[in-house]
């Protein structure tokens, strides 16, 4: 047992003599105060040094903790471009440490050729005697041939290499097992490790960021073996019960996220037009119900239809003709808490300045009132019991409005009116007819105008965020082009808030656009970022690229594969992993996630390949019809025979085109509306030439 330590310095009586030869008895007392102030303090090494430290030859235990360093001592014998990733990823914390040395390449080149003559009389020796000669021999022969060469040339230099691993672990026992996994994975790829026996404390300190090599055991190697070993890898990011996203394009491990593991489970997605952000976050939607997640999506422009119709979810166009209506006044029966009512008085507001705009202080404490009295009117009060009571709706808010005396009443109700009887009436004015009941719902909103998408996003949102709070599940709210929202204040603020607080009930919130620079201006925008724990940024634009850059401090690397990415491919952020990732899916996975408009129509003729021959036929009809009608009166035309209908009505005859000795044919009622001849399916206006064919010989 080692104690380390600074020993107390017991102080002398003994006179000291300065440089100069004065009495250090002679200092001033505020000098030899300090130095006494110094020798009776704890210093920073005192304060970072362990309590004990026990050297072992198998171990060295600092601490509370167990070390063992290991040697490095046999290699293959040809390596690859980041050959030592297996021992950088390793699953255990380590430490290592690699130590190279030039040597002069004239005492390697002496050293060669003699190396190179042993051999050789070996080899020649084993020949003679009938013996066949070692493999191996030969084998290191023609490397020390090709290395001479190539170090007369001067391609190669030469160095000696050592490399150093230490474990560590709480128990004795615990560093035996690691030992043993760490020994059996490298010896899979052909590395030979041995413990630094009765070196422990030289091993331990070789492998500490102090650049001292204290074991100097090395093996010779060449500048491309060298460079090789430098520890360029790359993260991999594998976690139980996640989905897989796509692969890592530097090594191609496989990303599979639990995103519902990190500290929230909240992601936004950014990316230019035609980046592939749908694409990703519908080939999530896929994967995350084979694990019971509950997926709510609104949607401004129909990307998800699609999806939903082919996993058998529910599709709600909400606009003003729709028979599913959501009463934003409506409260949470399950919910009985007295603060309910304050909660919905606060979203009311912020929803009303979305819809009239802003309000002054004076509007808006006249507006609080009207909302006590309309809840009143219903018999609702702050106590619970009369949170059951049907809710009033927005005409009931109009009317109380224009009831009051203020003419700031009046201007608010006269702002109101256009969603009561005018060009928005009947989106927001009825009471709540519907419950989500689907594991897959999505709200589209690509039927209202531009100016109603904020207000009818606010009122979603609300809805979705009331359920979510009703009933803990696992769930994923998608929010596509959140640039509506963040367009005012009250709703990019309400949209933080459920980011924010989103963890508490299981939900995580993926929010997408691809107008980065409105959405990072907004202080909201900038928390809902910082609040999501993945962050996949797919291409951009070069200014969009020097904003991302300023607020997530991407490196210029990073930057450059923004600007330079193919459709699909993306930085994928996960906690503290950052990944240059492609995002794949399946045959199937992307029939029913792609939204480009040549693989609809591809998969729309491989399903229904009768499609085009439908269309030939009927444009065959169309022309056989204009043929008939166009044809000249005084130009005959030999009608061919068609079954009988009943009681048909008889047709003027048609003089025959003169030509010896003509066929009988039987003349036939007109019939317009029969296009083909039903004994030879042949389109009439065809059957008819055919006919005056076989009429004239």
Not at 332 to 346: N, V, Y
Not at 642 to 662: D, G, I, L, R
Request: with cysteine.
């Amino acid at each position: 047992m080692l104690g380390i330590g600074k020993k107390k310095q017991t102080e002398k009586n003994t006179t000291a003599q300065t440089a100069n030869g004065t009495p250090e008895s002679t200092q001033p007392q505020v000098a030899r105060g300090v130095e006494r102030l110094k020798s009776g303090s704890v210093s920073l090494i005192d304060l970072l040094a362990p309590s004990s430290v026990e050297v072992d030859f198998k171990y060295i235990r600092v601490g509370d903790a167990f070390y063992r360093t290991f040697i490095v001592i046999d290699y293959p014998r040809e390596v690859s471009p980041n050959w030592l990733s297996i021992l950088i990823d390793y699953k255990e914390t380590m430490n290592v440490s690699m130590f190279i040395y030039p040597v002069e390449s004239k005492d390697i080149l002496s050293n060669l050729k003699r190396k190179i003559g042993e051999m050789e009389a070996t080899i020649e020796s084993d020949m003679k005697n009938g013996i066949e000669p070692d493999p191996k021999v030969r084998a290191s022969l023609e490397d020390a041939i090709a290395l001479r060469e190539e170090l007369a040339r001067g391609l190669e230099r030469f160095f000696q290499f050592g490399l150093y691993v230490t474990l560590s672990a709480k128990t004795v026992d615990e560093l035996d097992k690691k030992t043993n996994e760490l020994t059996s994975l490298l010896a899979s790829n052909l590395l030979v490790i041995k413990p630094a026996t009765l070196q422990m404390e030289d091993g331990f300190k070789t492998t500490l960021p102090l650049g001292e090599d204290k074991l100097f055991i090395t093996r010779n190697m060449d500048t491309t073996s060298v460079a090789s070993t430098f520890p360029f890898t790359s993260y991999e990011i594998s976690q139980p019960n996640g989905i897989f996203y796509g692969v890592n394009t530097l090594n191609n491990s496989l990303i599979i996220v639990d995103r519902f593991s990190f500290e929230n489970a909240n992601s936004v997605v950014f990316g230019k037009s035609g980046s592939g952000k749908s694409f990703l976050v519908k080939l999530e939607v896929l994967r995350q119900m084979m694990f019971d997640t509950e997926i709510l999506i609104i949607d401004p422009e129909d990307e998800y239809k699609a999806l939903c119709h082919g996993l058998d979810g529910e599709y709600i166009s909400f606009s003003k003709d729709s028979e599913v209506k959501i009463n934003p006044f409506a409260l949470l029966s399950d919910d009985r808490t007295e603060a309910q009512l304050g909660i919905k008085f606060l979203a009311l507001h912020s929803l009303l300045k979305i819809m009239l705009g802003e309000f002054s202080p004076t509007q808006e404490a006249i507006l609080d009132r009207a909302l006590v009295l309309c809840y009143k009117q219903k018999g609702i009060i702050p106590d619970p019991s009369t949170f059951g009571n049907e809710p009033p709706i927005l005409e009931d808010l109009y009317k109380t409005l224009l009831n009051m005396e203020e003419a700031d009443a009046k201007d608010l109700a006269f702002r109101l009116e256009k969603y009561i009887k005018g060009g928005f009436a009947g989106l927001l004015n009825s009471q709540t007819n519907y419950d989500v009941k689907n594991q897959l719902t999505v709200f589209s909103i690509k039927q209202l105008e531009e100016s109603l998408r904020p207000v009818a996003m606010q009122v979603i949102l609300d809805f979705i965020w009331n359920r979510v709070r009703t009933k803990l599940k696992k769930r994923i709210l998608i929010v596509d082009e959140a640039w509506y929202l963040m367009k005012n204040p009250d709703s990019a603020a309400f949209l933080q808030g459920i980011a924010k607080r989103a963890r508490k009930y299981y939900l995580g919130v993926t929010t997408l656009t691809q107008d980065i620079e409105d959405f990072l201006s907004s202080d909201y925008g900038k928390a809902i970022l910082s609040n999501s724990s993945m962050q996949i940024l797919l291409k951009q634009n070069s200014s969009e690229v020097e904003t991302l850059a300023s607020t997530l401090n991407l490196s210029e690397g990073e930057k450059q594969f923004l600007l330079t990415a193919q459709v699909g491919e993306g930085l994928f952020f996960a906690g503290q992993n950052h990944l240059t990732a492609q995002f794949l899916a399946s045959n199937f996975e992307y029939q029913l996630v792609t939204s480009k408009p040549q693989d609809i129509l591809d998969e729309e003729q491989r399903t229904n390949p009768g499609a085009a021959e439908q269309f030939i036929n009927q444009s065959d009809k169309q022309a056989a019809q204009a043929e008939t009608e166009a044809a000249a009166p005084g130009v005959p035309v030999q009608p061919v025979a068609v079954p009988s209908t009943p009681e048909p009505t008889p047709a003027p005859a048609v003089a025959p085109v003169p030509q010896p000795a003509p066929p009988t044919v039987e003349a036939a009622p007109v019939v317009p509306a029969v296009p083909q001849n039903p004994q030879t399916n042949i389109p009439t206006a065809q059957a008819e030439t055919m006919q005056t064919k076989i009429n004239n010989g």
